[in-house]
C-alpha cells in the first residue's frame, strides 16, 4: 500500500526497532509516523522551518531524531508526537542522523 500525507517529496525513511511504526521525513517539513500494518498516519511532527532530509529511531523506539535543511536536530517522542528537544549549532544542512547501539547519543 501507499503511504499519503506529505505534500511534497520524502527523502526519508526508517522503521521503528520493532517494525510497527515507519517515520517518513519530507519536503514539506514535517515528520510523519505511520502504522506498518495499517498504512494509516499516526501523527504529523511539525516544528523544521525547512525540509526534513534524515529521520531514525532510536533504538528503544521511543524516540525520534529528524535533521533538516533548517540546520538543526530536533528529538521527538514517538508516543506523543511533541518535540523533545532542538539540536542546533550546524552552520550547514543536516544531512543525516543516527543514534548510537546503546540509545544514549
Do not use: I, N
Not at 499519503?4 to 517515520?23: C, I, W
Not at 506498518?36 to 525520534?64: I, N, W, Y
Not at 549549532?89 to 546503546?102: E, I, L, M, N, Q
Request: proline share 3%.
Amino acid at each position: 500500500s501507499s503511504l499519503e500525507g506529505h505534500t511534497d517529496y520524502v527523502r526519508s525513511v526508517a522503521f521503528a526497532p520493532d517494525g510497527k511504526t515507519l517515520a517518513s521525513g519530507s519536503d514539506d517539513k514535517t515528520v510523519k509516523l505511520w502504522d506498518a500494518a495499517t498504512g494509516s498516519q499516526m501523527s504529523s511532527l511539525e516544528g523544521h522551518t525547512a525540509q526534513v532530509l534524515s529521520v531514525s529511531f532510536a533504538p528503544d523506539g521511543k524516540t525520534v531524531a529528524s535533521g533538516s535543511v533548517d540546520s538543526t536536530v530536533k528529538l521527538w517522542d514517538a508516543a506523543s508526537g511533541s518535540q523533545m528537544s532542538s539540536l542546533e549549532g550546524h552552520t550547514d544542512y543536516v544531512r543525516s542522523v543516527a543514534f548510537a547501539p546503546d540509545g544514549k547519543t
